[in-house]
């Protein structure tokens, strides 16, 4: 299981920004994928979670209505849209999966495989 995010860099407050996440050695048609961020000195917070089977949505309350996610299963990726960006939107953004079906809310302890994260950096 191989999971990589990639899209992150460095905007302005208010901009917009779209990540990417590749996964390989097995099917995200069969397994639910979340985006979890970790700002510098702060714990790991679990941003948003897609399902596999009906592809129910799950966002933390401070991204939502703000990011979207988004999953391309003949491609084998999930995306998240991210909109309004503020300066506490700043961390390393990863994609992960438990190999499950569903979402457990955002949480990212649900998750045991991590592909390396993408910086995003939004400046005031």
């Known amino acids: 299981v191989q999971l990589q995010a990639s899209g992150g860099g460095l905007v302005q407050t208010g901009g917009s920004l779209r990540l990417s996440c590749a996964a390989s050695?097995?099917?995200?048609?069969?397994?639910?994928i979340g985006w979890v961020r970790q700002a510098p000195g702060k714990e790991r917070e679990g941003v948003s979670c897609?399902?596999?089977?009906?592809?129910?949505?799950k966002y933390a309350d401070d991204v939502k209505g703000r990011f979207t996610i988004s999953r391309d299963d003949a491609k084998n990726m999930v995306y998240l849209e991210m909109n309004s960006l503020k300066p506490e939107d700043t961390a390393v953004y990863y994609c992960?999966?438990?190999?499950?079906?569903?979402?457990?809310?955002?949480?990212?302890?649900?998750?045991?495989?991590w592909g390396k994260g993408t910086l995003v950096t939004v400046s005031s």
């Open positions: 992960a999966t438990g190999l499950e079906s569903s979402c457990r809310g955002t949480s990212w302890a649900q998750f045991r495989f």
């Open positions: 050695g097995f099917s995200i048609g069969n397994a639910a």
């Open positions: 897609i399902s596999n089977l009906d592809s129910d949505t």
